[in-house]
């Protein structure tokens, strides 16, 4: 295959659907670069394209219920312009494969997280016939540093790792994503410097598992790269998602209390307050290992803003059990929270469990947690009010008017009135009104 000429798509225009994560978003953001290389360019928007590619998570039901539906108005949009040609890539081509292959009419092409590098010549030959371009191998598969289209000129997401060894009962994506592939330190280097070249101010490390990284060529632990990645000069936020709880040593944290570069701000998924419920999923920590680490960041981080993942409902969760959720969230006070109601996912060992829970108590426990979290969010964000903090200002807001929208170093989106024009650059905002999903402020003008 890689030694075949490189594909042309020029004069061809492609769009690409990203449902999902951060992971996804870069995903998408690698596979635009690779069709760019080929001479597509991008379209304003999915009625006027010649490649439409819908990258999809499977992490969740929900996920995979919006692909089914976008496929049946893409079905539509085929009948109109049968030269259109429909992919679907991301963990639910890895996952549904044959399901999806089988669909008539179905995608043109199926394209999984390992085959992003061949898109060009996968989509080539989708034009002629249907093509099923999946399966995971252990190996690392770089993206020369071109081949990435960014969507924002100001953040920017390096990948250091893929997959997942943890296999959480709940969880599809060791079986989506496969095994642990860590990234060699020196292409991570590498692109961080380009980015700081480029002017890049903030960068985001992901992976699904970023705190159990290892550079397989010299063993180097995640703190280490995080130390190594911070004295790039350049960019100066860094921040990085996700990490577990249960790898989370004292070495990054000391690698965060040693960098002002490294954003206070830290996503930690808990997913249930029960160390009960927590053994059932798997997750190798108990409610006291995670208040006694909650304990550890706070002392050695001051303001460290904590976000985290709650997941409502699991196989055998009673009401006890959803109490110490709640209990335990009034007690740490997260700045934010991505909750959910549990549904079984293929292959998953969970999905062996009955799921006990009704849907209307699932439903009913998680407007609690939300409800609960919405008012500390609230009260947390009133602490705000007459505070000036530190902006990075990444766009348009999307409240209208001449406002734009950042993120402070604690991850809150801000939308301002702006002293002065432009993006990509960092303004001090005070704080003038705040609602529990973001804040409002003024921009104080710099002498
Ligand atoms: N059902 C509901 N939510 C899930 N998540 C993962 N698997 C499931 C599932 N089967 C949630 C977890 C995880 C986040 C990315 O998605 O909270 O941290
Ligand atoms: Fe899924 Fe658990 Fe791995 Fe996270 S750590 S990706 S929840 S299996």
Request: contains cysteine.
């Amino acid at each position: 295959m890689t030694n075949e000429d490189p594909a042309s798509l020029a004069g061809l225009a492609y769009f690409i659907r990203t449902f999902g994560c951060q992971m996804n978003e870069s995903d998408s953001e690698h596979m635009a670069g690779v069709l760019a290389q080929a001479g597509a360019r991008p379209a304003d928007a999915a009625e006027s394209c010649d490649i439409l590619i819908v990258n999809t998570c499977a992490v969740r039901e929900k996920s995979e219920e919006k692909l089914y539906s976008f496929l049946g108005r893409l079905a539509a949009l085929k009948k109109k312009r049968p030269g259109l040609i429909i992919g679907v890539a991301g963990c639910v081509a890895e996952l549904r494969r044959d399901e999806l292959f089988g669909r008539k009419p179905g995608p043109d092409f199926l394209v999984g997280p390992d085959r992003y590098q061949d898109l060009a010549r996968i989509v080539a030959r989708a034009s002629l016939a249907r093509a099923l371009e999946t399966g995971r191998d252990d190996v690392w598969h770089e993206f020369g540093p071109s081949a990435i289209v960014r969507e924002s000129p100001v953040s920017a997401y390096v990948t250091i790792m893929e997959g997942c060894d943890n296999f959480c009962a709940y969880c599809v994506v060791p079986f989506a994503r496969g095994r642990e592939k860590y990234r060699p330190l020196p292409n991570i280097i590498r692109e961080v410097e380009d980015l700081a070249q480029r002017g890049y101010l903030e960068v985001q490390l992901l992976g699904q598992n970023v705190n159990s990284y290892r550079d397989s060529e010299t063993g180097i632990s995640f703190a280490a790269l995080l130390r190594t990645v911070a004295a790039v000069e350049g960019p100066s936020w860094l921040r990085f998602i996700t990490s577990h709880p249960k790898d989370f040593s004292d070495d990054i944290i000391d690698a965060m209390a040693a960098s002002p570069k490294i954003c206070r701000a830290l996503h930690l998924p808990l997913q249930s307050g029960s160390t009960a419920v927590l053994e059932r999923m798997n997750r190798r920590y108990s409610r006291e290992h995670y208040l006694g680490l909650v304990g550890l960041l706070r002392k050695a981080l001051s303001d460290l803003s904590l976000s985290t993942d709650i997941l409502v409902g699991f196989p055998g969760e009673t009401e006890e059990d959803h109490r110490l959720t709640l209990d335990i969230l009034r007690e740490i006070r997260f700045a934010n929270i991505f909750s959910f109601r549990y549904s079984p996912r293929p292959q998953t060992a969970a999905a062996k469990l009955a799921d006990d829970v009704p849907a209307e108590v699932k439903a009913h426990r998680l407007i609690e947690v939300q409800a609960l979290q919405k008012s500390i969010q609230l009260e947390l964000h009133r602490s705000f009010v007459g505070r000036t903090l530190t902006v990075l200002v990444l766009g348009a807001s999307q409240k209208g008017g001449c406002l734009l929208a950042g993120r402070s170093e604690g991850g809150q989106v801000v939308n301002f009135v702006p002293a002065v024009e432009g993006i990509g650059r960092f303004a001090q905002v005070r704080i003038t009104s705040v609602g529990p999903y973001s804040l409002r402020g003024e921009e104080v003008r710099q002498a």
